[in-house]
C-alpha cells in the first residue's frame, strides 16, 4: 500500500493539468493508493492569490475541496507533531508552507511529491523518506 503526499505546486498543477508535473510525479499519484494533501496547502493557495502570486489558482479558491475530493485525495490535518517538527527543523529553509509540509509527511511517514529540490535539505533527517519528481 502506497500513500503519497503532494506539496502544493504538485495539487494545483495536476488540477490545471499543467505540463510541469512530471511524468514520475504523474505515475506516483496514479499508483498510490491513498494520495493526501496537507490542510495548509488551502492556505497556501489562498494567501498567495490573495497576494497576488497564484493568480491562475483563483478560479479554483471555492471548489478546492470538492475537487480533492473529485481526485480522490484527502485532507491531513497539520498536527501538534508536525507543527512543534516544523519549527525545530534543522533545516536553513524558512518557507513556513514548506516546513509543515515537509515535517507532514515525517511525522505521517509519507513520501512527498515535489518540484521543490529545497526539501533534499532534509535527506539527514531519520523520518524523511524522500521525494519523488
Not at 514520475?24 to 492569490?49: C, H, N, P, R, Y
Not at 509543515?100 to 526539501?119: C, E, H, K, N, W
Request: proline share 4%; hydrophobic share 50%.
Amino acid at each position: 500500500m502506497t500513500h503519497i503526499l503532494l506539496d502544493t505546486h504538485a495539487w494545483a498543477w495536476s488540477l490545471t493539468a499543467d505540463a510541469r508535473l512530471s511524468t514520475a510525479a504523474f505515475a506516483a499519484m496514479e499508483q498510490a493508493d491513498t494520495v493526501s494533501i496537507s490542510a495548509i496547502s488551502l492556505f497556501e493557495i489562498g494567501q498567495k492569490v490573495r497576494l497576488g502570486k497564484w493568480p491562475e489558482m483563483q478560479p479554483f479558491l471555492g471548489s478546492l475541496a470538492r475537487l480533492a475530493d473529485q481526485q480522490g485525495g484527502r485532507f491531513v490535518d497539520v498536527s501538534p507533531e508536525a507543527s512543534l517538527l516544523a519549527s525545530t527543523l534543522d533545516w536553513a529553509h524558512r518557507d513556513p508552507f514548506d516546513r509543515i509540509i515537509g515535517a507532514t509527511a515525517m511525522t505521517r511517514g509519507l513520501t512527498l511529491i515535489s518540484a521543490d529540490t529545497a526539501f533534499d535539505g532534509l535527506a539527514a533527517e531519520p523520518k524523511w523518506l524522500g521525494r519523488i519528481w
